[in-house]
Every structure is written in structure tokens, then in C-alpha cells.
């Protein structure tokens, strides 16, 4: 198998998208966010506060790279804004990715104001609308599979994803 990175703006799935597919493949799960957490012990706002955007960013290409180094059997629920290191899209050359986009009216619905989203302020609709226009281009140009997610549930969008993976290895495929 080869890794799986799953991409996309905040809000659009990847971590419960993730898990399921994991599961179902009986492979291990990396949340980027989460797995930073851990091996800090501080929360996503704490590291942004202390070290600002480039310090966070530069843990999360950190762990990305890691696990593709070290993992073939791997789901990822890669950070948004972590295909703008190009280390990290030369990496992501040797996975599955799957774009799970989104419209940012849809993913203003569902994020909330917390720790974990130090970016979004006061206007999340706004900030995200600006990350799609930003960061589009680069996302199709990594994925190998496009879902929209706006008006799918977990479970079929993460169907979608082992059907694609099952049809890639079926003998007889390129």
C-alpha cells in the first residue's frame, strides 16, 4: 500500500474522513494536529501564541515528512496549510492524495471558534473563502482523487476513497 494523505481546508473532514478509512483498511491513523498535541503536551493556540505561524508550521511539515518517511501503511489528515512546503508536496509525490474540498460557506458552518483554529478570527467565512483561493490550485494539483464534501456523510465519502484505493491495485490495472 502507499500512504494516504488526505488535504483540504479546515472543517472539511479529513479527520473523520480519515479514521474511517483507516479502519476499514486496517492501517494506522495520523491527525497531524492531534499527533502535535501529543508530543508537546501544548494545545494548537498555546504553540501558535508562543512560536507564531512559522514555528507551527514548521512542526506540522515536520511530522508530515516523519510519517511518510518512517510509514507506508499510513492514513494522514494533513493540515491545510501544510501542502505550502515544498518539501511536503515533493513528499506527497510518493502517496494517494485525496482532496476533500469544500465550499467555505459550508466549512464556516462547521468549525467553531476554539483552540484549535487560532486562524479563522472573528470572520470564518471570510478567512476561509481566502485560504480556497489560495490554496485551490495547489490541492488539485497534488490530488490524485477530488470528493466534494459538502453534501456527503463520512462513511460515503471515506467508501469512496477504499473503492478508488481497491480500484488502483486490482490486477490488470496500470
Sequence with gaps: ????????????????????????????FVDVDVAIVGGTGKTVRELWEQGGEPAY?????KVVLDTLAE?????LAAPGG??????VRA???????????????????????????????AHPRDVLTTMEHERSGVYEGLADLVIDT???????IAGRIVRALDDRTSPGRP
Design 1 to 28: 500500500m502507499t500512504a494516504v494523505v488526505l488535504v483540504g481546508l479546515m472543517g472539511a473532514g479529513k479527520s473523520s474522513v480519515g479514521s474511517v478509512v483507516a479502519a476499514r483498511m486496517g492501517v494506522t
Design 57 to 61: 508550521r514548521y512542526l506540522e511539515s
Design 71 to 75: 510509514e507506508r501503511d499510513v492514513v
Design 82 to 87: 501544510v501542502v505550502l512546503d515544498p518539501a
Design 91 to 121: 513528499a506527497l509525490a510518493d502517496a494517494f492524495v485525496v482532496w476533500l474540498r469544500t465550499d467555505p460557506a459550508t466549512l464556516a458552518s462547521r468549525v467553531r471558534l476554539d483552540d484549535h483554529r487560532p486562524l479563522l478570527g
Design 150 to 156: 459538502d453534501h456527503e456523510d463520512v462513511e460515503t
